[in-house]
């Protein structure tokens, strides 16, 4: 099976190189690897060129638009069977493609996949890292109480009519998921975590707002 990582990149410099280290250690070796430059003015484009000759490297250069705008940027470029998200800040196991082909072969009818994650700092180790809770979601109502699923998680077939959400007042991932679940295509949890969710202060400071940009798409999806 043919994956499609996509990785959106904003003035990424400082975690890029780890996120490509991840993904070129994968024990499933990637279709291809397309990062979205959004615009950015510091040396994320340099870092993602430096990986040319190491990985199937595709870079897509546009102006800045936001997060949602930028993965589905990398959705219209992609070419493989399925799509696989990473942000530019976290960090996958080397399993991570591996058990998500196994999962997509197993289960041909589910049409997107997602795992737990660890919360991870810099200066963490695995032994150290904190398990995320992380429920499946059954009903629209699980994910409005849980909200488990982390975009560097997915995996989705390219066949699913799917977009992220490009308002930038609207949470980017609330919004499409819930047009998913409205459409009855519900995802499978698979209980493996293969995903460092890199935490750091900005999105605690921006908790609130988050908050705020959930319930207007909710709003929106109703």
Known sequence: MN?????????????????LDSVKAQNHAPHEVIVVDDGSTDDTEDIALSYEKLLPLVLVQQVNRGLGAARNAGMDKATGDAWAFLDADDVWGANKLGIAVRYMEKFPSVQWFYTPIFEWS????WARMRQRACPKIRTVEDFLVFNPIVPSTMVMRSTVPFRWEEDRRLQEDAGAYLEL?????????IP?????????????VDAEGHVDKVMRAVEKAR
């Open 122 to 125: 810099p200066g963490d180790v």
């Open 192 to 204: 493996h975590c293969t995903t460092k969710y890199r935490l750091d202060f900005g999105m605690t």
């Open 3 to 19: 994956i499609s990582i996509i990785i959106p990149a904003y003035n990424a410099g400082a975690t890029l190189r780890e996120a």
């Open 181 to 189: 679940f409205s459409n009855g295509v519900m995802p499978m949890k």
